[in-house]
């Protein structure tokens, strides 16, 4: 069983940062791939930033420049360090992993979500 834990979600004026975080555990081979997504109402869950256990990164347009990614493999956490935060970054943000299970096959992971709230 996997278990992903996400912390660090709030409420936040326009321009401001925040840094949530999610940590990721299970009896399983290893986590490749770790990143976060989010869903406002109304819209479909979209990506936000995704890292694989190499540190191949890849963002979302609308959030370049203002996101960043990152991951602790020790850990097997990951984070994402939000700036320059606007009203419409508002929704929930879901972790997900990819892992490697022990028979050799791979399967998707979700978190909980945390609410991300920007205030103009």
């Known amino acids: 069983q996997v278990q992903l834990v996400e912390s660090g979600g709030g409420l936040v004026q326009a321009g401001g940062p925040l840094r949530p975080s999610c940590a990721a555990s299970g009896n399983i081979l290893r986590f490749n791939r770790m990143g976060w997504y989010r869903q406002a109402p109304g819209n479909q869950r979209e990506l936000v930033a995704d890292?694989?256990?190499?540190?191949?990164?890849v963002y979302a347009d609308s959030v370049k420049g203002r996101f960043t990614i990152s991951r602790d493999n020790a850990k097997n956490t990951v984070y994402l360090q939000m700036t320059s935060l606007k009203p419409e970054d508002t929704a929930v943000y879901y972790c997900k992993t990819e892992a490697r299970l022990w028979t050799g096959g791979l399967r998707d992971y979700w978190g909980q979500g945390t609410q991300v709230t920007v205030s103009s």
């Open positions: 890292i694989t256990s190499g540190g191949t990164i």
